[in-house]
């Protein structure tokens, strides 16, 4: 490998929201922080790049909604040592079948979450510029992450507190030494040393991780719409839970309503 290899205390491979987000709870624990981003800085390669995500805290699994609850303190966290405005409240909504949104509102209720079940005619009342099928379950929580902002606050951070962050770094390699691992960056020309590596290469993962580590993969890539909105209105971020697959979407700025299938393939 080129050179001596430089010290960390933790190497990330991946520069994505995973990464990103590992990397700023590691700098802000006072680790000596390496990230190390294949890419440029906020490429469209990954799967959290553009302008917004949704933030939820409607799952049929209560595990997942008291995660979702944790996830909003840090949030709030991130925005604190940020100065940035990183996630928008703007409620959330699920409808159609009835047999999920009974699920979503009884884990929401076992996890304490505020939220209120509505008809469809209620619920077309309340947002005018949308239509609805079933149940309605909307928790007000809800909004959307403004993905690259975030994505470009947690990095900053990360340098700021003395860490590394380092684009085009090439197809890095890695091995095992010592109990460590050594982390070769060829589109840099160098190598790091670090007792622990963390892996948030998202699809390019199955060719990272240790062979056998993990089962085997399907990536696929997810198409996105966006139309521009024929009324001036609210716009909660939603889910209309339909066969074959739910539809999702959100006001995202600048880009209209992004309106996509859920894992659509």
Not at 159 to 185: I, K, Y
Not at 228 to 233: E, F, G, S, V
């Amino acid at each position: 490998m080129p050179g001596m290899a430089q010290e960390a205390d933790v190497v990330v491979l991946g520069a994505g929201a995973m990464g990103a987000a590992a990397a700023w709870w590691l700098s802000r624990a006072g680790r000596r922080t390496v990230v190390l981003e294949r890419f440029g800085p906020l490429h469209a390669r990954g799967s959290s790049h553009g302008a917004t995500r949704l933030f939820r805290l409607g799952y049929d699994d209560v595990r997942l909604v008291r995660l979702g609850v944790e996830a909003l303190e840090l949030w709030r966290l991130v925005e604190a040592e940020t100065g940035a405005e990183l996630l928008q409240i703007t409620g959330a909504v699920d409808h159609g079948d009835p047999a999920v949104t009974a699920a979503l509102a009884e884990t929401m209720g076992a996890a304490g979450v505020a939220h209120e079940v509505l008809s469809a005619g209620e619920a077309t009342e309340r947002w005018a510029a949308m239509r609805f099928e079933g149940p309605v379950v909307f928790h007000p929580d809800g909004g959307r992450c403004l993905a690259d902002p975030t994505r470009r606050a947690l990095l900053d951070f990360v340098t700021a507190n003395g860490g590394e962050v380092h684009h085009l770094a090439g197809d890095v390699r890695w091995r095992p030494a010592g109990e460590g691992v050594e982390v070769e960056a060829p589109g840099l020309g160098e190598t790091w040393r670090a007792p622990v590596m963390v892996l948030a290469t998202g699809a390019w993962i199955g060719a990272m991780a240790p062979p056998g580590s993990l089962p085997e993969l399907l990536v696929t890539q997810e198409q996105i719409r966006h139309f521009a909105p024929r009324m001036d209105a609210t716009w909660p971020s939603f889910i209309h839970y339909r066969r074959p697959r739910p539809i999702y979407g959100l006001l995202s700025a600048s880009e209209g309503v992004k309106v996509a299938e859920h894992h659509g393939g």
